[in-house]
């Protein structure tokens, strides 16, 4: 058994003070298959009401509306986690296991994940990376999900800021390079075309002192997870050539990330924003003491204070008048 502590920061920096801001947020780990989150705190700066729902694939969202004017936004969640180890994953299952699949695709509800979404669709450039790999119903569905989660690791590099998080699978393919949330888009749509139910997971990655990963321990991570007769939802790291195991950390599920991103928000008042993103994971072997604080880390120190402080004092709306009139 292992526990995880998860800090993620976010920072939106505005050019000039905006008078308003709604935010959903998706940091609330997942307590489902072999991790159950013990405890979630979410700080935000300037304060507000935040309020939380769960959609219908069991993610936790939270929400807030920041009326007052404000420079900047900060938010910080942490989380605590307990992981319980996974059963191993074989290499293959056997040539009758395509019509078992076949079967549960038809008594279960799962068009959702074989459909094509915003940014998991079969392009032409898809269609050719299909060929290119010989993603065809062949061999049993686990042995081909293994087969294109290493060759998508061996076909294309790992390389930061290399696209955007609203970036075309049509960019990576063409370049031949791209980040983890582009890896796992050109993963489901060439599972998808082969009728075998995918899934987007959005969550976080432990980055051991012996672990070897391409992607980076500062940021959020996304993989997938494949539908299998047998074993159910499998999830598969192409950017790490890795099974999904007690490393990672589900936050969410969805089709693709429009479905799942960490932050989706909008801002009245005429400004540029500027984004800075920190995550933090570190792991025990011993339970945590829930109680106690834990400490931040040196380069967050004037952030966090900022997102614990009181807000400033509301401006006496007779002032506040007579500036709109000036």
Same mark, same amino acid.
Do not use: C, N, Q, W
């Given at each position: 058994m292992h526990f995880y502590f998860v800090r993620h920061l976010t920072?939106?920096?505005?050019?000039?003070?905006?008078s308003e $801001?709604?935010? #959903?947020?998706?940091?609330?780990?997942r307590s489902d298959s072999n991790q159950r989150c013990l405890s979630f705190t979410l700080s935000v700066s300037p304060r507000c009401r935040v309020f939380t729902y769960r959609d219908h694939l069991g993610n936790n969202i939270h929400h807030f509306d920041i009326p007052g004017r404000h420079a900047q936004l900060v938010i910080v969640a942490e989380a605590v986690l307990e992981h319980q180890p996974l059963a191993a994953i074989p290499g293959s299952l056997g040539a009758e296991a395509w019509q078992e699949l076949d079967a549960l695709v038809a008594e279960g509800d799962y068009w959702e994940m074989l459909l094509p979404s915003e940014f998991a669709k079969p392009t032409p450039a898809l269609l050719a990376l299909a060929k290119e790999l010989e993603v065809v119903r062949r061999d049993d569905p686990l042995r081909l999900l293994h087969e294109i989660n290493s060759r998508l690791y061996d076909s294309f590099s790992y390389e930061k800021k290399s696209?955007?998080?609203? $970036?075309?699978? #049509?960019?990576?393919?063409?370049?031949?390079?791209g980040v983890c949330q582009d890896f796992a888009h050109i993963m489901i749509a060439l599972v998808r075309n082969v009728g075998i139910p995918c899934?987007?997971?959005s969550g976080y990655l432990y980055h051991g002192s012996e672990d070897h990963d391409r992607s980076t321990s500062s940021a959020t991570h996304a993989w997938v997870e494949a539908f299998l007769p047998a074993l159910g939802w499998v999830g598969?790291?192409?950017t790490n050539a890795l099974v999904a195991r007690d490393r990672h950390v589900r936050?969410?599920?969805?089709?693709d990330y429009a479905d799942v991103?960490?932050?989706r928000g909008l801002f009245r008042g005429r400004a540029d924003s500027e984004l800075y993103v920190a995550v933090q994971v570190t792991a025990s072997?011993?339970?945590?003491d829930l109680e106690r604080e834990l400490p931040i880390p040196e380069d967050w120190s004037m952030l966090v204070e900022k997102a614990q402080a009181p807000p400033p004092p509301a401006e006496p709306l007779l002032q506040i008048q007579q500036s709109q009139q000036q």
């Open positions: 920072k939106f920096l505005y050019t000039r003070s905006v $801001s709604t935010m #959903e947020v998706r940091m609330h780990p696209t955007h998080v609203d $970036s075309p699978i #049509e960019e990576a393919l063409r370049t031949r390079r899934r987007y997971v598969f790291d192409p936050t969410a599920l969805g089709r991103p960490p932050t072997d011993a339970a945590p």
